[in-house]
């Protein structure tokens, strides 16, 4: 019993480590890839240099990104038939498909055009150029939708039947790819991904305009790169943390209606009340629901659940009764770790929805007379910041603490996007396919504790080192900020093969 328990607490630790840490990458893939090529349109549109500027500057971060995530990502696929044989013998015909077509179609996808757009520079037309990395941003997103569609099918599963063999096989491919579930998670990772581009976007434009005024810059492109940039990431901080927040309410009320024991434990709410309040804050033993101080607002989770601020909201052991009378002793417990789910859904809420008060606030202090100091403010409140030549000029308020708080803001969301995860999962437990298959009989029953030691040692091991490395390219890269590589002198046109290997995409012939 001790060793089947060590075997799975060891498969679920190195699938969650390696889980959360692709997870930083793909927010980031997703956002910056459409924001990169909505700079690129921009500069397309207008022949602007700082458009092209911004764009090269932040595509050379989607790339150094983009590679991590890839790199990250295959890992996990592997374990599947490493440390979840069992699972992926059971379900794998269902949960294998969306896998398919996310690499027969949104990666190569994505891939090919990354491809082009990486040495298209010069060498395609301007709008066949800009519509490889259009590509490449759908791409990510139709990346993701796959994959979130197989999660989704894990959270709710439909679409399928148990075969005389024993093992689910796909009955209606449209219901897993359009249930509901799939639909509010891609939703809400969506707004949640661009929330967490935005606030990327703002916190190093802001070191960027900081640092540029402090060196008294005077390359008007770069400036308005940068500028372009901060306005940018705010605005889509701002849209999309509203999205976040409204897709997320939404994704509460379908996770109540499927999964009501995460709904419980997300407020570890032990016993049935009606109306529900949320804790916004609680102290002291959580997990047995005896809390010396707790902030709550009252019928809070009665709305978050069902709309309604009256409606009654089942508790822990209620729901834990339910399951143990439908599904029998499939599971010692129904129930998942509730400090981990309690808490995790307030950081997940907290973090992000700091970002979007941070990204609201800036786009107000950002307006033009607010940049100058009161005494500044008549007769040269048009003059661009960071052309001021004086720090005087500037408003002291920013000049002390609004650099400061908008270069911390970018690490908020990808707190909060780890966090939505570990929820999202943990929440699910003791099953790895919501009432189908526990995450104890999902594992492999031939990989040893010691191999899985031995293969979770390595992967945390090379993880670090590629964050050591991700990390090292991203502040050097995003330190030096926009080059001085200047737009295309002229827009090449297509055309056949030939000899001279000066003409453009020669090399792809």
């Not at 595509?59 to 696929?77: H, S």
């Not at 096989?169 to 509010?184: A, C, R, S």
């Not at 991700?470 to 330190?479: P, V």
Request: glycine share 8%; aromatic share 12%.
């Amino acid at each position: 019993m001790e060793l089947a328990l060590a075997h799975e607490t060891m498969a679920r630790w190195q699938f969650g480590i390696t889980t959360v840490y692709h997870f930083l990458f793909v927010p980031l893939t997703i956002s910056l890839a459409a924001l990169t090529a909505g700079l690129q349109t921009a500069w397309v549109r207008t022949d602007k240099a700082k458009y092209f500027k911004a764009t090269k500057f932040w595509g050379k971060l989607l790339l150094i990104n983009l590679a991590l995530g890839v790199a990250t990502g295959i890992v996990q696929e592997f374990q599947f038939g490493m440390n979840w044989s069992a699972y992926s013998k059971f379900v794998g015909d269902v949960f294998g498909a969306p896998l398919a077509m996310e690499a027969l179609l949104a990666f190569f996808f994505e891939s090919t055009f990354i491809g082009l757009w990486i040495f298209g520079w010069e060498r395609l037309p301007k709008k066949i150029h800009l519509g490889c990395i259009w590509m490449v941003a759908i791409g990510t997103i139709l990346s993701a939708y796959f994959i979130l569609a197989a999660n989704s099918w894990m959270q709710h599963p439909v679409g399928y039947t148990i075969g005389a063999n024993g093992r689910a096989q796909l009955t209606d491919i449209g219901k897993v790819l359009f249930q509901e579930t799939t639909l509010v998670v891609v939703f809400h990772t969506m707004m949640a991904s661009f929330l967490t581009g935005g606030a990327f976007m703002v916190g190093i434009a802001a070191y960027q305009l900081r640092r540029q005024h402090r060196l008294q810059e005077t390359d008007s492109a770069k400036i308005g790169a940068m500028r372009a940039s901060l306005r940018l990431g705010l605005v889509i901080a701002v849209i999309f943390g509203i999205g976040t927040a409204v897709s997320g309410d939404s994704l509460g009320k379908v996770m109540f209606r499927q999964q009501p024991m995460k709904m419980a434990a997300a407020e570890a709410l032990w016993d049935t009340q009606q109306p529900a309040p949320f804790s916004i804050f609680a102290y002291g033993n959580v997990n047995e629901g005896r809390n010396t101080i707790e902030l709550t607002i009252p019928g809070l989770l009665s709305f978050l659940a069902t709309s309604n601020f009256h409606d009654a909201v089942p508790g822990i052991n209620d729901v834990q009764a339910q399951e143990r009378a439908k599904y029998g002793d499939k599971a010692p417990s129904y129930e998942p770790n509730i400090p981990t789910a309690f808490w995790g859904f307030r950081w997940m809420i907290g973090f992000g929805m700091t970002s979007f008060a941070i990204a609201a606030a800036g786009l107000w202090l950002t307006r033009k007379r607010f940049w100058l100091a009161p005494e500044h403010r008549r007769g040269e409140s048009e003059i661009p910041l960071l052309m001021l030549t004086r720090t005087k000029e500037l408003n002291p308020f920013l000049n002390k603490w609004a650099w400061r708080i908008a270069i911390l803001t970018m690490g908020f969301p990808l707190i909060a996007n780890s966090w939505g995860w570990i929820f999202t999962e943990m929440g699910r437990q003791p099953w790895a396919v919501y009432g189908l298959i526990t995450t104890a009989e999902a594992v492999s029953p031939t990989v040893s504790v010691g191999e899985q030691i031995t293969s979770l040692t390595i992967f945390t091991l090379l993880y670090a080192l590629l964050a050591v490395i991700e990390i090292r390219l991203m502040i050097t890269y995003a330190k030096a900020g926009p080059t001085d590589e200047e737009p295309p002198s002229q827009d090449p046109t297509l055309r056949g093969p030939s000899g001279d290997a000066d003409q453009p995409l020669a090399f792809a012939y």
